[in-house]
């Protein structure tokens, strides 16, 4: 089981330009989740998918969309970059039964944005 | 709002004495809490949660954590800390599908 994996780990982008960040899940979960994390201010939760074909913002949701492909793959699109975008990126999955309300991360994507 | 708090940036223990890193949450209903720690560059793992049952609760690497419903708090412990303890904390609530972070806790155990 590789659990959440995410890819890129690394990238840099100039401002005005895109990229999607990949991120599946091997656990079958049904609930799946986009964080970004800065300094001091904890994880805010980006976009999240309680099932496949459905997805909901969160916190912080200019500047980004979502695609939930299946079960296993969302992703997370920026259409156009801003340095305010540079962060951590984590995804993020949970099992929808009995008292499991955990989630289950990634190992993240390093954005910077110039 | 619901909201989590974590009252100290960071906390400094020497090598072998008791930890606590801090956690009060202000949700409705009935709260289900979690901890999870972060290692440097690396993703989010999950510590422990309450959901409901005993206050006390008890974790992966000798971590518990004391649930007290009067005070709204949730606090992480472990009776004797490692330098491979030093790493970020963070305490999280559940919120209709979705959890609510602290603002995490940076441990440093000093050998």
């Known amino acids: 089981n590789a659990g959440v994996t995410q890819t890129p780990k690394f990238q840099v982008l100039k401002t005005g330009q895109s990229m999607t960040l990949q991120c599946a899940q091997d656990m079958n979960h049904n609930s799946m989740y986009w964080y970004r994390q800065d300094p001091g201010m904890g994880l805010r939760l980006i976009y999240y998918s309680a099932s496949e074909g459905t997805t909901d913002k969160g916190e912080v949701p200019n500047g980004y969309n979502v695609s939930r492909l299946n079960k296993r793959e969302f992703s997370l699109r920026l259409e156009s970059a801003a340095p305010s975008q540079t962060s951590v990126y984590f995804c993020?999955?949970?099992?929808?039964?009995?008292?499991?309300?955990?989630?289950?991360f990634g190992p993240g994507t390093r954005l910077t944005v110039t | 709002a619901q909201s989590v708090a974590q009252p100290e940036d960071q906390v400094n223990v020497a090598e072998g004495n008791p930890l606590t890193v801090k956690c009060t949450y202000s949700v409705s209903g009935n709260p289900y809490l979690f901890w999870y720690v972060q290692y440097p560059n690396r993703g989010l793992q999950f510590l422990l949660k309450y959901i409901t049952g005993d206050n006390l609760v008890k974790g992966s690497y000798g971590f518990e954590a004391e649930f007290n419903k009067s005070q709204t708090s949730f606090h992480l412990k472990k009776p004797s800390a490692l330098v491979s303890d030093s790493a970020l904390y963070f305490c999280a609530a559940y919120n209709t599908d979705k959890l609510i972070f602290g603002t995490g806790t940076r441990l440093q155990v000093f050998p």
């Open positions: 993020a999955s949970r099992q929808l039964s009995g008292q499991t309300y955990e989630q289950y």
